[in-house]
C-alpha cells in the first residue's frame, strides 16, 4: 500500500475514535497516528510523528482544493457529462488554477465521503478566517461603509422645509414626496461589494467557458477516436482478408503438389504387372489421360 493512503485511513482512524478524537495534545495526536500508520503498512519505513504530520498538511491542502474544484465543476456540470467527464474536467482545472497537477487522487478517493474529513476542512477554515481577521487588527469594515461616512452631510434648515411646485394659477401642489420616503431608499453597494460581484461573476463566466471547451475537447477526442476505430477495423479486415488469401494458396500448392505425386505413382506403374484385365485397363487410361493433360498444359 502507498505510504500516502496509509496515512490518510491512520489519520481517519484515529481521528474518529470517539474516546481519542482531535482536541488531544497534538504531539500525542500524531504519535497514535503514527503507530497506526506502522500497523496499516504492516512494517516500519522510519517515518517519526513530526515527518507525518507535514505530510499531512501536504496532502490535506491539495486534497481540500481539489474537492472545491471538483464541487464548482459539479455545479456546472453539463447534460452528458458522467463522473468521470467531471474528474477529468476537475483535474484540468486544478492544473489550470494550481499550476501543477494533482497527485492524490487515492487520497481523495479515502477522504471525500466521510464526515471527519467534511467536519476537519471547515474547522480548517474557521482557523484560517480568524487568523487573517487577526493579520488585519481584527477589523473588517466595507468600502461601502466608510464611503457612506465621508459623505454625510449635516441637515440644512432649506431641507427641512416641505418641497412645494408652483403652478400656473400660482397654487402650491405637493409633488407626493416626503423626506421620510428617503429613509426606506436601499443604500447602493459600495467599491468592495461591486468589485466582488464583478469578480464573481467573471469566475462563473471563466468557468462555463472552461467547461464548454472541455466539452467539445471531449467531443473532438470522440469523433477522433471513431475515426481511428474505423480505420483500425478496415486495417483488420485487410489483413483477415490476406490471412485468407494465404491460407487458400498454401491449401491448392498441398492440394497440386500430391496430385502431381500420384500422377507420377501411376506413371510409374508397368500394366502388365497387374494380374487382371480390369486393373490393366484402368492403368493404361490413367496414364493416357495424364499425358494430355500435360501436353495441353504445355500448349
Sequence with gaps: MDEDEALCKAWLRVSEDAVV??????????ERIRMEFISILNCDPGRNASGLAHRWKIIQHCVNKF?????????????????????????????????????????????KDTSKWY???????????????????????DDDEIEDSSNTQPPSSDQSAPATTP????????????????????????????????????????LDLFVEEFSNMRKEQSSRFEEEG??????EQQKLQAKIE??????????E??????????MMMDPESTPTEEGKTWIIEQQIEILSRVRNNKK
Design 67 to 111: 474537492s472545491g474544484y471538483f464541487r464548482t465543476i459539479e455545479r456546472a456540470q453539463r447534460s452528458g457529462n458522467n463522473a468521470e467527464d467531471n474528474m477529468i474536467a476537475t483535474k484540468q482545472l486544478y492544473n489550470d488554477k494550481e499550476e501543477h497537477q494533482f497527485k492524490y487522487d487515492s487520497c481523495w478517493m479515502i477522504l
Design 167 to 206: 403652478t400656473s394659477t400660482g397654487h402650491e401642489v405637493d409633488d407626493g414626496v416626503s423626506n421620510d420616503s428617503s429613509q426606506g431608499l436601499t443604500r447602493p453597494h459600495g467599491k468592495k461589494t461591486a468589485t466582488k460581484n464583478s469578480r464573481r461573476k467573471k469566475n462563473l463566466a471563466s
Design 230 to 235: 474505423i480505420r483500425r477495423n478496415a486495417i
Design 257 to 266: 503438389h500430391q496430385q502431381k505425386q500420384r500422377e507420377q505413382e501411376i
Design 119 to 141: 467536519n476537519y476542512t471547515i474547522e480548517q477554515k474557521g482557523k484560517q478566517k480568524k487568523t487573517s481577521q487577526k493579520k488585519r487588527g481584527e477589523i473588517d469594515l
Design 21 to 30: 478524537g482531535t482536541d488531544q495534545q497534538r504531539g500525542k495526536l500524531w
Design 246 to 255: 494465404t491460407k487458400r494458396m498454401e491449401i491448392a500448392a498441398k492440394q
